[in-house]
């Protein structure tokens, strides 16, 4: 069966500080993988996606960035956090383009930005 | 742009009680709909996916609509129980991409 695993579980940074977060998928190959983000009370926001290694797509302008360096592994950085980066991020994953097909998400990183 | 909303925000209701969750979509052009539970600090899990060639879906107590024209879709939960408290979310995703468009969500409180 498949999983997704996320680390760290929680996170307080300081402002200026940089950022690493993980996400790896074990029991499938060439997924389609996504980094969301969720603020209180508000709906998942898309940050990147990623339909194979080293293939990466931005959907909004921010100062975070991801990379794709193994085919299930997917990572999400900064070089220097903003307070407004806080918030809930979720990895997720799908088998591939079709479009019926759902996405099975980790257990998701608290990060703290003070 | 899709825009996905979720009413009501929150609801709370006595164990036993049937649970109803609206939601609704601007654009009808969608290849379907999902219904998500979300535990407090907790990733999201799939509760029913609906094509949007259907108009419904069932698994156990859980019963899905949808009426892609009038873009709405709502989410029945038959004889609530506490174990049902959690946030439930809807997602679209439009025809012709892989990315989903979220609502808020709806905060679910079964009281026992």
């Known amino acids: 069966s498949q999983t997704i695993h996320q680390w760290p579980a929680t996170l307080v940074q300081p402002v200026g500080s940089p950022l690493s977060l993980e996400c790896t998928v074990e029991g499938t190959s060439n997924p389609n993988l996504y980094w969301y983000r969720q603020a209180a009370g508000r709906g998942l926001q898309l940050l990147f996606y990623s339909v194979g290694i080293g293939q990466i797509s931005s959907e909004v302008p921010q100062n975070l960035s991801a990379s794709r360096p193994q085919d299930r592994q997917f990572i999400l950085s900064s070089k220097k956090l903003l307070l407004s980066d806080s918030g809930f991020y979720l990895c997720?994953?799908?088998?591939?383009?079709?479009?019926?097909?759902?996405?099975?998400f980790g257990p998701g990183t608290r990060l703290t930005v003070l | 742009k899709q825009e996905v909303t979720q009413i009501p925000a929150a609801l709370s209701v006595p164990e036993g009680e049937n649970l109803v969750l609206n939601c609704s979509f601007t654009d009808s052009a969608i290849y379907n709909l999902q219904w998500f539970r979300q535990d407090p600090g907790k990733g999201l899990t799939s509760l029913l996916l609906i094509q949007s060639s259907q108009r419904e879906q069932t698994s156990g107590r859980l019963n899905a609509s949808l009426d892609k024209s009038s873009g709405r879709s709502t989410l029945y939960i038959a004889a609530s129980q506490p174990g049902d408290s959690a946030t439930y979310l809807c997602?679209?995703?439009?025809?012709?991409?892989?990315?989903?468009?979220f609502g808020a969500g709806t905060t679910v409180t079964v009281r026992a």
């Open positions: 997602a679209v995703r439009p025809t012709g991409d892989y990315k989903l468009s």
């Open positions: 997720a994953w799908s088998l591939d383009h079709r479009y019926t097909d759902t996405q099975y």
